[in-house]
C-alpha cells in the first residue's frame, strides 16, 4: 500500500481517486472548496463532477495542500493545464521530500507551447523531483467511476517510474500500459481535444457519421504531422494515446469537448457555451496554442486552423466545414507524390 495525493478533485482526479482506493492505497484528494471536501469525507460523494457515483470511504479529502501531501510517495496532478504553474508554486512551497509526479492532464500550454510535464520540470527544483510520468488513453471518468473497463498508457524518460506507476493504478477494470514517447503521448492526449471540438460541431451541424470519420482520420493525420516534426514516435498515434482517445473524445457523449463543439455547432456562442459546461473544455486554448505553434513550425494543420478561426476570429460553423472541403486538391498519405511506382 501507498500514499497517493491527488491534487484536483474534478471528474478525472476522483476517478482516479477511486481506482487508486480500490487497489488499497491510502489516498487524499485536495480539493479547494471546503464544502465539496466536506461533501467528499461525509456524504462519500462528488455530485457537482460525478453525479450518483459512490465514493470509497477511503478516499479522504482535504482543502489543506500541506496535508495533502504529507508523506506521499507519489502526487497525481489532475488540474486543468491553464492551472498548472499556480499549482506546482504552491506545491514547491511544501514539498519537502523527493516525490514522484504523475500528471494525468491534457494540454499545451499558449504563449510557450510547453507539454504539462516540460512544465512540471520547469517550476519544480530537480531535488525534489524523483520522476515525471505522465497517464493518458481513452478514459472518460464517467466511465472509470463505474468501474468500467478502461485502458490507458503511463509515460516517462524513466522506465521504472513508469513500471512502478503501473502497479499502482493497474487492476481488473482499468489496464495500463507503458510507453516511453512522452512527447508523442502529450501530444496525442492534447491535440485529439482540437478535433473532438471539431467532431461536435460537426454534429450541431446536423452532419453524419462520413463527417465524423473524416475529422477523426484527417484529424489524426495533422496530429501525427505536428507530433512528429516535434520529435514524437509516429507509432505512438496509432496506440491509445493517439487513435485511441481521439476515438472515445469525438464520439462519446461524456466528452466536454465534442459538447462545446456541438454547442457551438448549434450556434451557441463560446462564452455561453463555456458557461454552461462548468467543466474544463481543454481543447479551446490548446487550440489556441496548436495553431500558434505550427504557424512557427510550419507544420499544416487545417482543421486546427479553422477551429482557431471559429473560436476566436468569428467563422461560422458552416463556414469553417465549407472551407476544409474547398481546400487544394492534395495526397492523403504524406509525400506520396514523392514515392516511386
Ligand atoms: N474528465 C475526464 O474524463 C478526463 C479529463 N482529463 C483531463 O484532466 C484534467 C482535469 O479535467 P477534469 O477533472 O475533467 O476537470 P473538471 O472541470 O471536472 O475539474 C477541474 C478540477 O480542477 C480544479 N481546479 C480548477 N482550477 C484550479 C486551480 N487554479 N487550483 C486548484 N484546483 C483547480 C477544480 O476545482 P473547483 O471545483 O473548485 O473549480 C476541479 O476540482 C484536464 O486536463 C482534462 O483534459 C483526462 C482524462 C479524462
Ligand atoms: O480525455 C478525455 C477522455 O480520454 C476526456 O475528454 P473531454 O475533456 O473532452 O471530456
Known sequence: MENVAVLGAGSWGTALAIVLADN???VRLWGRREEQVLEINHEHTNERYLPGVELPATIKATAELEECIKGADTIVLVTPTKAMRDV???????????????????????GTYKRISEIIEEELPESILEA???LSGPSHAEEVSLRQ????TVSSENNNAAEKIQDLFINQNFRVYTNPDVIGVELGGALKNIIALGAGLSDGLGYGDNAKAALITRGLAEIARLGTHMGANPLTFSGLTGIGDLIVTCTSVHSRNWRAGNMLGKGMALDDVLENMGMVVEGVRTTQAAYELSKREQVEMPITQVLYDVLFNNK??????????????????EDVSSLKS
Open 24 to 26: 488499497g492505497h491510502d
Open 88 to 110: 506546482l508554486g504552491q506545491l514547491k512551497n511544501v514539498l519537502t521530500s523527493p516525490v514522484t509526479i504523475v500528471h494525468a492532464s491534457k494540454g499545451i500550454e499558449p
Open 132 to 134: 515525471v510520468v505522465v
Open 149 to 152: 473497463p478502461t485502458t490507458v
Open 316 to 333: 461560422g460553423a458552416k463556414q469553417a466545414v465549407d472551407d476544409l472541403m474547398q481546400r487544394t486538391r492534395t495526397h492523403e498519405v
